[in-house]
C-alpha cells in the first residue's frame, strides 16, 4: 500500500494546493494532508478552521484523510505508515527551497521518498503567504482559494 504525505501550513489553502491533492490523491493508495501546528506563528485560521475547510474540500476523495502534527514532519510520516513525502513546485525558487529540506528530511529518514510534483500553470503565482497579504489590503483574491475558503475570509472582515 502506497501512503503519502502533503505537509504544509495551509494558511489559508488555495487552489494550488487543492489541484495537488486531487492529482496527488490519484498517485497513491491514502493521501494524508499533514497540517502543521505552527506553534510561534498567528495564522489566520485555526488549527481546526483549516482542517475542517481541507475535510470538507476532500470529502468526495476516500483515500485522503486530514491530520495535523507537530514537530518533524518525518516523525509523522513514519508513526502514519507513509513512504512518500508529496510537495509542489511553483518555481525554481520552490526548488531551491525544497532541494535542502528533502535532502534533510532523507537523511532523517530514508524510509520516506519527497516527490515534487509540478504546479499547474495557471496556479504557479499563488501561495499563501501572497493570499493572505492581497486581502489584508483589500485586493481581489476570488480566483485563488477556493469557495468555501473565500467565504470564510470575507467573514473575516
Ligand atoms: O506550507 P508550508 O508552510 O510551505 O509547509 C512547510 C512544512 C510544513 C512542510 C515544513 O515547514 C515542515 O515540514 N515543518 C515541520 C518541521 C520539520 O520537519 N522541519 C524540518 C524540515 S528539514
Redesign the pocket.
Known amino acids: 500500500m502506497r501512503v503519502a504525505v502533503f ?4 494558511d489559508p489553502v488555495t487552489n494550488g494546493h487543492l489541484d495537488l491533492i486531487r492529482r496527488g490523491a490519484g498517485m497513491f493508495d491514502r493521501l494524508i494532508i499533514g497540517v ?1 501546528v505552527n506553534i510561534g506563528k498567528t495564522p489566520l485560521f485555526s488549527i481546526e478552521e483549516r482542517v475542517d475547510m481541507l475535510s470538507a474540500l476532500t470529502r468526495e476523495f476516500p483515500q485522503i484523510s486530514v491530520k495535523t502534527f507537530e ?4 516523525d509523522f510520516v513514519e508513526a502514519e505508515g507513509a513512504t512518500v513525502v508529496l ?1 509542489g513546485l511553483r518555481t525554481p525558487q520552490d526548488f531551491s527551497y525544497e532541494l535542502p ?1 528533502a535532502q ?2 532523507y537523511k532523517l529518514n530514508k524510509h520516506a521518498d519527497t516527490i515534487f510534483l509540478a504546479t499547474a500553470p495557471e496556479y504557479s503565482y499563488i501561495s ?1 503567504s501572497g493570499v493572505k497579504e492581497i486581502f489584508r489590503f483589500g485586493g481581489e483574491i476570488r480566483e485563488m482559494v477556493p469557495g468555501i475558503v473565500y467565504e470564510r475570509l470575507i467573514r473575516l472582515k
Open positions: 505537509p504544509g501550513s495551509f502543521l514537530g518533524l514532519l518525518v510537495r529540506l534533510a528530511n499563501s
